[in-house]
């Protein structure tokens, strides 16, 4: 073969061989690898949406599955028989975003039942038999949005239940029969924008609320409560708006809001009051407005101290004094407090403001002062007193007659 025919076709060899070899590595470089990606069966009593969204709405569970895929966000539990959630319950599931737990058969939330889930935003424990919340059963959840915890059995919340907790936008324990919240129940808890309570709460310890920082709304209403204790609001800081409301507050005590600190707004409104030991709101207190609007009181205060930048008190029912200046009331702070507050009693005069009410009036004539509650229980003197008279007069005319015949 002639050398120049050798060359050509060593070099048309080369070529076809390179373009071969490219060919080919090009189609393994794309070729779809026929090997199948393995994901975790659904496990028993699920139904698997997606590989995010489980729901196990089965009685027959009795226990959070150990078999669901670790990128689960949002898993659902109710109706399942889950009668205590143990300790870090939730740790395998550290994408979990949204947990309900309704309806199922809940009596028993063990400390730091929840821990370990970073990313949580919704906790739903409603419909259930849970009574009572254990100290730190809602600690170390972060970030998280909402925690309901309404229409359960919960009768009490022992201290530090939310410890360790922050930046949550509502905690609602409404519809539950809780009647007394327990000294430190909410210690730790920081920076809650709302704490929704239920009705019918009739005892409140000193320092129930010490340790809770950074509140937007509390609210207290259609409580039912002997007497507002001395110190049930210290260690309570940094508040949008406290409030309590539509409730009996029986005696409001000596030293009730001591240690209440940095408050924007307090209400007491529209409740009944047995009577006001103290109320004193100094400058430690830092309260920016106070507000008190719509109280039947049957007792005037004894002592009032507010050292407040706006004070508001209207609309309220308070004993009057015939005859006596409705400045002098310790209530008696505001220029118009004698024309937008009423007299609760005497009867001749209720209804009508402090301010119609003075020496003179024709409504107080025969009225005697003093409370209401005074002259309620000397009332049953007076019918006895009232017969008296006819029956010294009967017996001086009889002695006359006798006399003369």
């Not at 070729?31 to 699920?46: D, K, N, Q, W």
């Not at 998280?144 to 022992?158: D, F, K, P």
Request: hydrophobic share 45%; with cysteine.
């Amino acid at each position: 073969m002639a050398p120049a025919l050798r060359l050509r076709w060593v070099l048309r060899w080369l070529v076809t061989a390179a373009a071969w070899g490219a060919l080919c590595g090009g189609g393994r470089a794309h070729t779809p690898s026929l090997t199948p990606v393995l994901t975790p069966p659904c496990p028993t009593h699920c139904i698997c949406l997606s590989q995010s969204q489980v729901v196990c709405n089965s009685a027959t569970l009795r226990g959070v599955p150990s078999a669901l895929s670790a990128g689960v966000t949002q898993l659902s539990l109710s109706r399942a028989d889950l009668r205590v959630l143990r300790s870090d319950a939730f740790a395998h599931l550290r994408q979990l975003r949204r947990l309900a737990l309704d309806a199922c058969n809940l009596t028993r939330i063990r400390p730091f039942a929840f821990r370990g889930l970073p990313r949580l935003r919704e906790l739903y424990i409603q419909h259930t038999p849970l009574a009572t919340v254990d100290a730190f059963a809602f600690a170390a959840l972060q970030n998280i949005t909402s925690i309901v915890l309404t229409h359960n059995r919960i009768a009490q919340i022992e201290g530090y239940a939310f410890a360790g907790t922050n930046f949550i936008k509502l905690i609602s324990l409404r519809n539950n029969p809780i009647k007394r919240i327990l000294a430190h129940a909410f210690s730790g808890l920081n920076d809650v924008a709302q704490i929704e309570l239920p009705s019918g709460i009739r005892s409140i310890e000193p320092q129930a609320f010490a340790g809770l920082e950074g509140v937007g709304v509390l609210e207290l209403a259609y409580m039912d409560l002997p007497a507002v204790l001395p110190d049930t609001f210290r260690g309570l800081v940094r508040v949008g708006r406290l409030a309590l409301r539509e409730s009996d507050l029986g005696i409001v005590r000596v030293g009730a809001f001591d240690g209440l600190q940095r408050i924007d707004i307090l209400e007491i409104c529209n409740n009944k009051i047995d009577g006001i030991e103290e109320l004193s709101l100094v400058q430690n207190n830092s309260v920016n407005t106070f507000k008190l609007t719509g109280n039947h009181m049957l007792e005037t205060p004894e002592a009032v101290i507010l050292e407040v930048e706006n004070i508001v008190i209207r609309g309220n029912h308070v004993p009057c004094e015939c005859g006596r200046d409705p400045l002098a009331n310790p209530l008696a702070l505001t220029q118009d407090f004698p024309d937008e507050n009423f007299c609760i009693s005497p009867l001749k005069v209720r209804g009508r403001s402090l301010g119609s009410v003075g020496a003179g009036s024709a409504g107080c004539r025969g009225e005697a002062g003093g409370s209401a509650r005074a002259r309620a229980a000397g009332a049953g003197a007076r019918p006895r007193d009232a017969l008296s008279s006819p029956r010294l007069a009967l017996t001086a005319a009889t002695l006359v007659f006798l006399a003369s015949s």
